[in-house]
């Protein structure tokens, strides 16, 4: 299960820094995940509950925001959304796009006290 991996990067960074701030119980997590990253929300929950069971986040929260893929063309500079697996401009049909956004995978914040 590949949101296993990407959940425990997560984890990792949040304890890291909880423990810099020395956050003793970490309540909230909030994530942005790309949907490129093609990683189920459930998934992505259900791996930080396993995860966090032994550490200060054990409680906490996680908020997910799915962000959609955006494309750039490169000919007309048309900022879009692609429907499905189509990855062409709507505008001017052109194949030549560039991904904005839909890679990323990252936290956003976290709280505790
Ligand atoms: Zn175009």
């Known amino acids: 299960m590949h949101e296993l991996a990407l959940v425990r990067g997560i ?4 304890l890291e820094q909880a423990e810099t701030y020395q ?6 997590v909030k994530i942005v995940v790309g949907e490129m990253t093609s990683a189920m929300p459930e998934a992505l929950q259900f791996a930080f509950e396993v995860l966090s069971r032994d550490t200060s986040a054990r409680e906490a929260v996680l ?3 799915n962000r959609p893929v955006k ?3 490169r000919d007309c500079h048309l900022v879009f959304t692609p429907e499905g697996l189509k990855y062409s401009c709507p505008q ?3 194949s030549r796009t560039d991904i ?3 890679r990323e995978l990252f936290v956003e914040y976290f709280e505790g006290e």
Do not use: H, M, N, Q
Request: charged share 35%.
């Open 63 to 65: 908020e997910i925001e």
């Open 92 to 94: 001017c049909i052109s």
């Open 100 to 102: 904005l956004e839909g």
């Open 23 to 28: 956050i003793k119980k970490i309540e909230k």
């Open 71 to 73: 494309l750039i063309c």
């Open 11 to 14: 984890l990792e960074a949040v």
